[in-house]
């Protein structure tokens, strides 16, 4: 194979000016190690279920898969390898004492791969979303080693470019043992620049294969008739346009209750200081405070959001009036809370193109149509009913996807 040597070649003039730059900058060398194949350990020795998710998104979207497969094939490892630090930090943070083996995704190259396989014995390797790795196809195709992609996505951008490299990424795809892709429109995508018609499928979404988890979770003590808002995940910027909107509601709906959650820890006391010059009463979870006595009260404890929309009547998703792309608004919908998003979702495009063709999820330009929408959430009695049983019929008619990929392990490992 012309570019196994290439790579190679390649692998060897780069890798002293790779470890060189990663001593500048630390981020570029988390897991240089173990992406060569070095100090990974003594070989396993029973044959291993791999799962690759590039990074903190993927994780976290193969987390009940992982768990579901190590109930199913207990004579196998399961082994999780990521690319990036965050990554690797999620996967020992959810599945630590769940898997058997956690590490990194090793380099696109020859003997970065063969080492790993060394190691972890594959049975299968599945990797998400789409990640094309010619070499990884290479190399599993000559060990006899099945190759799946699964929750296969592909965005018009991406889609626009492989289009127009599909006589490099065709016989690189047609490797692959199956490609298991989120949508209709995914699945087109990867058949037209090459995938095999034949074992190219169509899965569902592993997004909206969540539980419901409110185990240990203390709920915050309000008034009956108190109408929770969770500005969740919120970046720079956003909080002040929170809290603006809020005040601004409040005026005519004295009942109800904010709690602001930021995305970063570090930045709690700055959006604590935002809250006090709001006037209003002020309160922080890590003290227990309540909304009998605030009208406001900032998340500043780790873990709790995902818990914490139990208790809104709906919640903003942060990240969406910058640039960051984001968050899962899924994590809210699993309630049944309808959700508000600023317009930067690209992180999340797939979920919100699913959500926003209901009421389960509004996607708004500025902070008029943020004040708008809230309104008619609190007001609208039967638009907010809508929208909350739209979340239960999303979740209803894009579930499965896990059981889906279960059973392609079922057949390959039964076969």
Not at 16 to 31: A, D, H, M, V
Not at 208 to 226: A, G, M, R
């Amino acid at each position: 194979m012309i570019y196994s040597f290439i790579s190679t070649i390649l692998f060897i003039i780069i890798l002293p000016f790779w470890f060189l730059i990663s001593l500048i900058n630390p981020k570029l060398g988390y897991g240089f190690s173990e992406k060569l194949g070095f100090n990974l350990g003594e070989p396993l020795v029973k044959k291993s279920i791999v799962f690759y998710g590039v990074s903190v998104g993927e994780i976290l979207a193969l987390q009940n898969l992982i768990i579901e497969t190590k109930k199913q094939f207990p004579d196998y490892n399961v082994v999780v390898t990521t690319g990036t630090k965050t990554g690797q930090e999620m996967a020992k943070k959810k599945l630590e004492g769940i898997a058997d083996y956690i590490t990194y995704f090793p380099f696109d190259f020859p003997f970065c791969i063969n080492n790993f396989i060394k190691k972890v014995n594959p049975k299968v390797i599945i990797i998400a979303e789409t990640e094309l790795w010619p070499n990884i196809a290479y190399c599993s195709e000559k060990n006899n080693i099945p190759l799946y992609i699964v929750n296969g996505r592909m965005s018009d951008r991406t889609y626009g470019s492989y289009k127009k490299l599909s006589f490099f990424f065709k016989p690189i795809l047609q490797k692959y043992t199956k490609i298991l892709t989120q949508s209709d429109t995914d699945n087109n995508k990867l058949i037209s620049i090459g995938a095999n018609p034949d074992t190219t499928k169509i899965m569902g979404n592993l997004k909206f294969d969540i539980n419901i988890n409110l185990d240990n979770f203390v709920p915050i003590e309000k008034n009956d008739d108190d109408k929770i808002i969770i500005a969740g995940s919120t970046h720079s910027g956003e909080d002040e346009i929170i809290l603006d909107v809020f005040q601004d509601i409040y005026k005519s709906n004295s009942n109800i209750k904010l709690l602001i959650a930021p995305r970063h820890p570090e930045r709690n006391d700055a959006v604590y200081n935002l809250c006090l010059k709001t006037g209003l009463k002020v309160g922080k979870r890590s003290n227990k405070d309540n909304f009998i006595n605030n009208d406001i009260i900032l998340l500043d404890t780790l873990g709790e959001l995902s818990k914490m929309y139990s208790i809104c009547e709906f919640a903003f998703i942060g990240g969406s009036f910058n640039k960051t792309g984001g968050h899962n608004p899924l994590e809210a919908n699993i309630f049944n809370k309808p959700v508000i998003s600023g317009p930067s979702i690209n992180n999340f495009k797939d979920i919100y193109a699913i959500i926003t063709r209901t009421n389960a999820g509004v996607i708004l330009k500025n902070k008029e149509e943020l004040i708008m929408q809230m309104n008619k959430l609190l007001k609208d009695k039967d638009y907010y009913k809508n929208a909350c049983d739209d979340c239960i019929l999303v979740f209803e008619q894009n579930k499965g996807a896990m059981h889906f990929v279960i059973n392609e392990l079922n057949n390959l490992i039964n076969s």
